[in-house]
Structures are given as C-alpha cells and as structure tokens.
C-alpha cells in the first residue's frame, strides 16, 4: 500500500510543519527533496551545516519509506551514517536522491545522495536504516 508525493506532503506539512524542504519526487524505490539555503542553514566557514545536510537524508529516507509502504507515522530511524565528501555551494539548494536497498518486514535500508543544485559532485553520502512497526495482517485479526 503504497502513498502518492500529494498524501506523503500532505502528511509531513501536517506533522512536520518545520521543515524546510520540498519533495520533488517519490515512487516505490525512492524520493527526490530539495532544501533552501539560507542564512540559519550555514556554519562558520560559509559551507551548509552537518545537522542539515543529515536532516534532509533523514527525511529522504523517511518519504522514500512513505512511498513504497503508505503512510506509517512510527517509522523510525535506527541509524544514519553520513560521509561528508566536499563543501556544498552556500548559495544552492541541497538536493537529496535517495534510493530504497531493502525493504523487510521490520526494517528498511537506504542509500542518499546530497549534491549542491547545479553540481554533479557529491557532497554527501548517506546509509540509513528505518525500524517500521509492525503490521497485522487479516489472518491476525481473526
């Protein structure tokens, strides 16, 4: 049962009202997110900060989940590696590709890719493992 790029949005505007990315694209094996850079997304040294470049894999990661599994509100992250490969541009969004490796029945792993907007080179690299709760299915339920 997998949830269209409309009720994933919906979804995280709802629950997640903070963020500041946009979902480009989600189906049953990924999802695209860009995030604005700004003033408060910079760390000394004029480069994009780490807990946003995290933040935005995280959430790849989660709407990616979305789309292949529905609408499942208690996913949660059991881990996230990141590898920080060079200094993104201050002055273009954040762009995360991420990509579903496994998807289990309790748990689900994915790959993100950060790039700086307009550029081909990663920034970033990103593996992370979602614990998804489990569900009854109709033979349960009997």
């Known amino acids: 049962m997998s949830a269209i790029k409309e ?5 995280m505007k709802s629950e997640f009202p903070q963020a500041k990315y946009k979902i480009e694209a989600v189906n049953s094996s990924g999802s695209i997110l860009s995030h604005d850079i ?7 040294g004029g480069t994009v900060s780490g807990p946003v470049m995290m933040g935005i894999a995280d ?3 989660y709407v990616a989940i979305l789309g292949r599994i529905g609408i499942v509100p208690l ?3 059991t881990s996230l590696t990141i590898n920080f490969l060079r200094k993104p541009t201050a002055k273009s969004r954040i762009i995360a590709e991420c ?5 289990g029945r309790s748990l ?5 890719s950060l790039y700086s907007d307009g550029s081909d080179e990663l920034v970033a690299h990103v593996v992370g493992t979602y614990s998804v709760p489990p569900t009854k299915n109709k033979s349960e339920n009997m």
């Open 38 to 44: 700004g003033i408060d997304e910079l760390r000394p």
């Open 108 to 112: 689900v792993v994915g790959e993100v």
């Open 99 to 103: 990509k579903l490796l496994k998807v």
């Open 75 to 77: 996913a949660v992250t």
């Open 59 to 61: 959430v790849a990661l």
């Open 7 to 11: 009720e994933i949005a919906e979804f």
